[in-house]
């Protein structure tokens, strides 16, 4: 017999490795789990030494691998990072954190049951919708409001319930792309509405709109143009002038909002139209995200006229659309800091957008600071001006003028280091810009900048002088 099959017939049994585990840690786990993770161990021993490698095929040996690869099994995998990339809604990286309150308010019913769909007072059927009504009306004025999945629901949602077989009148400057999947005409198509383009892209004119109503029309539909701007030779008609053209003609007008800003936010010196004042202009209804501007978790908020909003509240489509629990849960909390608390500090997304230049300044210098242990001749730290974005489809093309510690080594190149920074517990994701690998401060939050410094210490350590030298 050759050595290789001297080798594998020295690879231990599964049982006889099963038992070995019964004394050690290993043995909380689930038997299908732990039997799932020696079979794959064992079989890769036996490719390496098929493969001509070298392998520990003691039972020792094995079960100290199974240790490792269970605790990397039991992390989660969707979980914590620190955005260093001064992107505030980070679609990739789950746009809106929490503020306190939401946290508070999603920890409250999460490991209980709750009176979701109950009414206490009664003993009866409660609405799950009947938990942010009152607050959505509030800040947006609307006659009633509703909630689901998310924004790409809510505008799926309206259409359908109101303009099925119909047409639908939009300008040829808002046939918006989100993200790749969310496409207004394929929107349009999905709900069984017809699209009906007018304008052009720069310009459409009220008569424009006039002129595509016809007595097949169920509702003008307006779009923000989230992820991009139109600037020059531009016109559109003011949203008063729209929203009375409609109502002449008995027709409602919908805004897809998108960002969902509720109170004035201005941003490089722009503002978005709130949902309040869309609604004060005389459309009918406005749909928006519940966890870009707003500041919440994944959902899709329509308010509104009330006559509108029924027909939604009756489509078979709600059901399907529904938001659950803690998201709505997240939506509560965060809609009371606008009611009750001061969003601009509250929630964390209002808060870096309009946070001072001074106080990102002074967070780059504690950052400098915290990052003074690396040494110095192999490493080059320092404080740099940049610009963040928005994200998220808000704000497109504006700047947000803030700052930045711009980290270089000598020994690991920018993509090397960023690399390692994501290849962390906690991965911190990072700005790579000019060859050089920026923290941008704007959304750092809790432990982060502890985190970036723990992170730093451990390449530090783990960075050999050999390597990647001459770099
Ligand atoms: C973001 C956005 C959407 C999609 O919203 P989701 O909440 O991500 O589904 C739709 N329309 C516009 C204009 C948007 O900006």
Redesign the pocket.
Known sequence: MDEANLKLRCIPAIDKLMAAAENTPLSKAPRNTLTGILRELTEKARLMIKSGKDTDTSVEGILAWAEMLLAIKSKSSLQRVVNATGVVLH?NLGRAPLSNRAQKAVAGVMGSYSNLEYDAASGERGLRYAHVMEKLKQVTGGEDALVVN??????LLALSALAKDREVIVSRGEL?E??GS?R?PDVMKQSGARLVEVGTTNKTHLRDYEEAITPETGAILK?????YRIVGFTAQPAAERLADLAHNRGIPVIE????GVLIPLSVGGWQEPTAAARLANGFDLV??????LLGAG???IIAGKSCYINKMKRHPLLRALRIDKLSLAALEGTLQDYTLGNPYDDIPVLHMLTAEYEELRSRAEALLAALSQLPGGEWTTEILGVNSQTG???FPAIDLPGWAVSVASRRISPDHLAEKLRLRDIPIIVRLQDDKVLLDVRCLIMNDMEDIAEAFKEIMDITEPKEEAGY
């Open positions: 679609t998310n924004n790409a629901a809510a505008v918006v989100i993200g969310f207004i779009v923000h143009t989230s992820n897809d909002l998108g960002s749909t928006f995200s519940g966890d870009k994944q959902a899709g998220g489809g808000a």
